[in-house]
């Protein structure tokens, strides 16, 4: 027989619900992301690491999970990284039955093999209602007579805790990039594979100066940008020395605060898969996926840098480009999964900076 368990907010809001998955508590920050699809994606991507998700799209599990097989470059094939890296899922219908060609088992039975707990059955939409009204928080899931203390994911550097330990080649033509993972998605990689790139994968806190490279890739990651200080010097130095350099996401923020920009956090994120970004200076809208809850403040930006890309829905800064270097960074992420498509060319432009 299942039983209940809570989502209790700093706030004191609570919200009642079915428990699934792994039964223990578990703190984070919550968040919501309004997608219709790619709950494997998202439930891997390192961005989402120390944050509690919740679903807004009603069915999840319909589909089940895919099997863990491996691409060409030895990259999970589903999935975004190794393991779930969310600390706890939310969702409205968790569904009993599964049904797709590629289903290997539930995503209840993933979420226990994985130690990861779950409530279903809540009101994920009004959950996502009380964030945008009163702006992101810690949260907990709490079986009956259970607690377990806070935790702030942002207060210290989660990065460390995702990235790899030790670099890791892939592809064996074209131009040599080193992609700092600071919480790399496997899509990054296969996307500048991809794109014609030799890609050097290195740690958050490594000195890639010591490699011979072309190009410098900065990827996605949990997180405030502040907290990985060595990587924005690391990011400096290499502005300095006019490295070709491209950041998506937490990598946009790290070139930002490099080139002296400030970054915020922003009171309760994009996380969605049909955020309309603005190309400054032309009438050209790009849907894109998103997954971020800091942004970079585009009126701190330094002589030499201005916005490259804008949100249509806030106005809020989508993207940094500088006006003759060649470095350039966007928030959304252009190599989806899960999500829209319209910005994959990006991959091929940053090759192209490296001609």
């Known amino acids: 027989m299942r039983s209940v368990g809570r989502l209790v907010l700093e706030d004191g809001t609570e919200f009642s619900g079915t428990q699934f998955g792994a039964i223990q508590p578990v703190a984070g920050e919550v ?54 890296q969310v600390s706890g899922l939310v969702v409205s219908s968790l569904s009993a039955d599964v049904s797709h060609w590629s289903a290997e088992r539930a995503l209840e039975d993933w979420l226990k093999q994985e130690n990861v707990p779950g409530l279903f059955g809540v009101d994920t939409r009004a959950i996502a209602k009380h964030l945008r009204d009163s702006g992101a928080m810690l949260g907990k899931i709490l079986p009956a007579g259970r607690d377990i203390a806070w935790r702030d994911p942002n207060a210290g550097n989660i990065v460390a805790e995702v990235s790899v330990r030790e670099p890791v080649s892939y592809g064996t033509d074209g131009p040599r990039v080193v992609l700092v993972d600071t919480g790399a998605k496997a899509s990054i990689v296969r996307g500048l594979v991809r794109a014609g790139a030799r890609v050097l994968r290195v740690p958050w806190d490594y000195d890639f100066f010591r490699e011979p490279f072309d190009g410098l890739f900065l990827s996605n990651g949990p997180g405030d940008p502040k907290m990985i200080g ?10 300095e020395q006019r490295v070709p350099t491209f950041g998506i996401c937490l990598g946009s923020q790290i070139l930002a605060l490099a080139a002296g920009a400030d970054t915020y956090k922003l009171k309760f994120g994009h996380r969605s898969q049909n955020q309309p970004c603005v190309e400054v200076g032309t009438h050209r809208c790009r849907v894109t996926s998103q997954n971020h809850g800091y942004a970079v403040n585009g009126a701190t930006l330094p002589a030499g840098w201005r916005e490259w890309f804008v949100n249509a829905n806030d106005g809020t800064n989508e993207g940094i480009r500088h006006e003759w270097k060649p470095a350039r960074g966007v928030q959304f992420h252009p190599e989806a999964t899960p999500g829209p498509t319209d910005t994959s060319f990006l991959f091929e432009r940053f090759l192209e900076m490296l001609l």
């Open 31 to 84: 968040v919501f992301n309004t997608g219709m699809v790619g709950y494997p994606e998202s439930l891997t991507d390192p961005s989402y690491a120390g944050q509690i998700l919740v679903l807004t799209y009603p069915h999840i599990g319909n589909y089940g999970v895919p099997p863990r097989t491996r691409d060409n470059l030895g990259l999970p094939e589903w999935f975004e990284s190794e393991r779930i």
């Open 230 to 239: 060595k990587t924005v010097e690391h990011v400096r130095r290499a502005l």
